[in-house]
């Protein structure tokens, strides 16, 4: 192997996916009361007439990243659009409310009575110039756009709701409240959290608490929560008293959850945070002894900071004349506070070679010889016989060695088999990652003779695992000029 004047190795961190926030605020609120007074009807407050008489404005905001550094990415996404059904798009300019169905069947028509989207590089707004019909209690207006990772490129869609209701002033105002916890944060370690929501039923009286049955439904308020997988894993539900503030714990999920279409009694829903990524926009429908059914939307928003992966070198980011080797440790950070305890999380580590292309970790042991062993035949081709030196190596299909030529060009290879002191290679079929484009077969007999083998770690893949924060050791065989090491963190 010809000598190496420098090698290098570049340390990468590997980080989740930063955390989004979206919500619609209203101006002046998402409420109104409506009362009649024989043919007199009233509005509190009139959408007709606020904001200068444009109406009731909507803005939606979506923020990236933790609390205190967070940035307005709202312009910056694309599609974005606001609906009444996350399917059909609302656009309009000053456009009458009756030439559009899904907001004649939630708002009074008329003249004058009109809605207008906007979508600019400052935000996205909507203007409702009218009340709500009163025999709607509540509905919910949704806006939607894909935000695009400048640097992992990765495409979220970000979804933000409000609930719109009226009240009818009188004993018969009667709305759906919910109370606890509207965030989660990710657990670094194996024992989870939960978010914890009650709900009640609110009468010109005060709190319903007879006769009530409930259902609860997950996916923007589309899917039903009940005793089936995977919501047995994801939910649990439970009761709680009036006026006492409802908690949780990981025991209660997948407890008292009801058949499918079914209510139950529990008017609290405990939600294990791999549930929510991001937002998870729920509905809650509460059903009285007379067989009325009220409902009402809920967020819980994910509040986690993002993992840090950082790299920890013994020797540093080089190593010389290909000679030695480097102890690699990582450390995890949430936020800004390093993760004491690793217990729980696995490391995939995942070797990149000076070409940017990916490779293989030396397996040491099975090498047996530090420098790797000498080759001295080989034939060409697909399915070329390498022929190398000292004890024979037992070999199975799908493994995977590395061969250095005489001039320190590598390449790796995935064995068909071995035999003795040869070993055959094959077109990839255990590696996919692997090809001949990328690592050329030999194309002449004997060009290999001169240089090295090695035998590359694992049974298939190349890669290594380690767990709870375990170190693995990176060789100057292994170090062609310079390699990048990735490390991929899971948590428990």
Known sequence: MGIVATGQLTIVDNNDARPITAYISANPGP?????????????????????????????????????????????????????????????????????????????????????????????????????????????????????????????????????????????????????????????????????????????????????????????????????AAPFTTKYGMKTTATGVAPTGALADIGANL?????????????????????????????????????????????????YDVKLNSSSGDKLQNGIGSTTITPDVFYGSQRVVSLTGWTFLWTLYNRLGLRGAFIDTTRTAVAGGRDITVNTTGASAVITYSGAAITFAAGNIIKAVYANGSERFYEVLSGSGNTVTIRTPVTNTWLSFTDFPAPVAANDLVGGKLYVCAGASGGQQTTAAGASITVTGDEVDAKARILCEATRP
């Open 31 to 227: 409420q109104q009361a409506f009362s009649k007074d024989e043919s007199a009807v009233a509005y509190t407050p009139d959408w007709t007439t606020v904001n200068g008489a444009t109406g009731l404005l909507l803005t939606a905001k979506v923020y990236i990243g933790g609390i205190g550094a967070a940035v307005d990415i709202t312009g910056q996404l694309t599609n974005r659009r606001w609906s009444m059904d996350l399917a059909t798009p609302i656009v309009g300019a000053g456009t009458l409310i009756s030439a559009s169905a899904p907001m004649a069947a939630v708002f009074v028509s008329g003249a004058g009575l009109t809605f207008t989207t906007s979508h600019v590089v400052g935000g996205s707004t909507m203007l409702i110039k009218s009340n709500m019909l009163d025999t709607v209690p509540s509905d919910v207006i949704y806006f939607e756009g894909d935000y695009t990772d400048p640097t992992t490129s990765l495409v979220s869609h970000v979804v933000a709701q409000i609930t719109l209701g009226v009240v009818k002033t009188g004993t018969n105002s009667v709305f759906v409240m919910t109370r606890g916890t509207d965030s989660i944060e990710q657990a670094t370690g194996a024992t989870k959290n939960v978010a914890v929501i009650a709900v009640d039923l609110i009468r010109a009286a005060g709190v319903d608490t007879t006769g009530l049955s409930y259902r609860w439904f997950e996916a923007n308020g589309a899917t039903q929560i009940y005793n």
């Open 258 to 306: 009801p058949a499918t279409g079914a209510f139950n009694t529990s008017n609290t829903l405990v939600i294990h945070e791999a549930a929510v990524v991001d937002i998870g926009i729920y509905r809650v429908e509460v059903k009285d002894s007379d067989g009325v059914v009220y409902q009402t939307y809920f967020t819980i928003t994910d509040a986690s900071d993002p």
